[in-house]
């Protein structure tokens, strides 16, 4: 019966060169002379196979250079990472597969390790850890990190704040993410807020030329005046330097800013007028008994701005400084047609100075409505009476016209005037200069054509005349 070890014996002596089975070695001899036969064979045959054997780097499964020994892929890779974590100040990690696979001597140069480096850095995706701005659910701008993107946002509210006395809030939903991203995708400071404030678009430049109103800056680009000074922070539109830069909106913001302040201010009040009647007084004649004088109180006031534009303005308190003192005015109310024509006398001023050159009543199978009283162009006409002034202008044949109501249905009429010197809804006192005797209109020369009317009906004026 063979020995136990015999099934593993036998096919070694059969890998047994043939001088072992016929040298005069013992047996433990010849299979110890078989292995190391077998190694030195091992290690010497595949040398000459080996020469001239290199490494591919491969790239998400594609090759992109050839190296001579896999420490050129450490010293590239370590090259990218070192100017990478340079530029960006940061710690940048490489994201697709990078490995080296043999491959025999191309016939192409051998890349050294910044050659690898400079392929590697154009080939492959390199991601850095950075912060996203989200707004709503979308990223609109990535940061370096997270104290950066703080910054950006408060510098967003401050300068939407009033001198730092303002509730400030976003009027989207706000949040900060930390994501990895590709480094040519990451924004300084600057930019990112640019970002924010200008959709992207960024906001025009304009150098400030001699003669530029902030008015018309804003109209040549179509932009409000409330807009282009949010965007300029401090300036002062009465005075612009001539040669400075100003920032013009043109965006539309991706992050819009709510602003709550207070606001005191001193407000006049203006005085109210009592009007009372006074029976010794004509109608249409007034006379202050007292001046007025305005109050003035402090109003604080909670204003709502979007984007530095105010909104709304609510008041939230008032403080009485000085009260208002009431004017008062007395008002006639006596009629001036005191007297009838049976009794004589009237109560109306003469108009102009100077004698009737035509009478009222017909006058070559017309009526005439009125009075003519003749004088030199340019003589003064004042009012028979107080009242108010309800035309002033040209009225067909009369020429330049004043009419003037003195209340109980009473108007008198001041024609053919070469000046007017009142306007309609004017009140004027008993003999205040109206206008100037001239012949305008129908007329054969200069003359006051004087009418009194009672309830539309022309009377003869020659009954209420002193």
Known sequence: MPPPHSRFLFPLLACLPPYAYVSNLPLKEKIRCTIFLCLFLGLVLPLPAAWGRAYGVEVNG?????????????????????????????????????????????????????????????????????????????????????????????????????????????????????????????????????????????????????????????????????????????????????????????????????????????????????????????????????????????????VLSYNGREQQRRVVARKLLEPPVGRVVAEGTRSWLVASRGEGGGRLAWPTPGGVSSPFGRRGGRMHTGIDIGGTVGNPVVAAEAGRVIMAGWYAGYGKVVDIAHGGGAVTRYAHLSTILVSEGQYVERGQLIGRLGSTGHTTGPNLHFEVRINGTPVNPLQYLR
């Open 62 to 302: 594609q090759i992109v250079g050839y190296v001579a020994h896999p420490g050129v892929l450490r010293q590239a890779r370590a090259v990218v990472l070192n100017e990478l974590r340079a530029r960006l100040g940061q710690e940048v990690r490489l994201a697709d597969a990078v490995r080296l696979v043999p491959a025999r001597m191309p016939g192409e140069e051998l890349l050294g390790a910044n050659a690898l480096a400079e392929l590697l850095e154009r080939s492959c995706r390199w991601e850095a850890l950075a912060t996203g701005i989200v707004v709503n659910g979308r990223t609109v701008a990535l940061v370096r990190d997270t104290a950066t993107a703080e910054r950006v946002l408060e510098r967003l509210k401050a300068q939407y704040s009033e001198d730092g006395d303002a509730t400030v809030r976003f009027a989207e939903d706000v949040a900060l993410v930390r994501v990895a991203a590709a480094p040519e995708a990451i924004w300084d400071e600057e930019r990112a807020l640019e970002q924010l404030r200008y959709g992207g678009l960024g906001p025009a430049r304009h150098v400030v030329g001699p003669g530029d109103t902030v008015w018309d800056i804003a109209r040549a680009y179509g932009v409000a005046v409330d807009d282009l000074l949010a965007s300029n922070a401090g300036l002062d539109p009465g005075r612009l330097q001539v040669g400075s830069t100003l920032l013009i909106p043109t965006g539309t913001p991706l992050v819009n800013v709510v602003a709550f302040h207070r606001e005191t201010v001193r407000e006049r009040l203006d005085f109210p007028t009592e009007v009372r009647q006074d029976a010794n007084l004509y109608r249409g004649q007034r006379r202050v008994l007292r001046e007025g004088r305005p109050g003035w109180e402090e109003v604080t006031y909670e």
